[in-house]
């Protein structure tokens, strides 16, 4: 079993930066993949980012060239940095993993108002 808990949501004025964290604990050696998506209200979950095992990325269109998945192995920690926010990125942001099973975390609230 995988477990996910995520940190550092918040509130950001627009063109500001956050790091989001997702702490993985358990069977971790299982994840094929892991990620971010996000849920407004009232709009459909979509995904953000994901990065497989061999490290390969993928982002949404909206996001790319603003936002970096990354990966700190030896603290079982996938990060996503977050520049250049804009109110459109408010939402909750899930932590996913494939392994292979689908595992949520709990969601992180990000919010970009001025």
């Known amino acids: 079993q995988v477990q996910l808990v995520e940190s550092g949501g918040g509130l950001v004025q627009p063109g500001g930066s956050l790091r989001l964290s997702c702490a993985a604990s358990?069977?971790?050696?299982?994840?094929?993949?892991i990620g971010w998506s996000r849920q407004a209200p009232g709009k459909q979950r979509e995904m953000v980012a994901v990065?497989?095992?061999?490290?390969?990325?993928d982002y949404e269109d909206s996001v790319k060239g603003r936002f970096t998945i990354s990966r700190d192995v030896a603290k079982n920690t996938v990060y996503l940095q977050m520049n250049s926010l804009q109110p459109e990125d408010t939402a909750v942001y899930y932590c996913?993993?494939?392994?292979?099973?689908?595992?949520w975390g709990q969601g992180t609230q990000v919010t970009v108002s001025s």
């Open positions: 996913y993993a494939i392994s292979p099973n689908l595992v």
């Open positions: 358990g069977s971790i050696f299982t994840i094929n993949h």
């Open positions: 990065i497989s095992r061999d490290g390969r990325t």
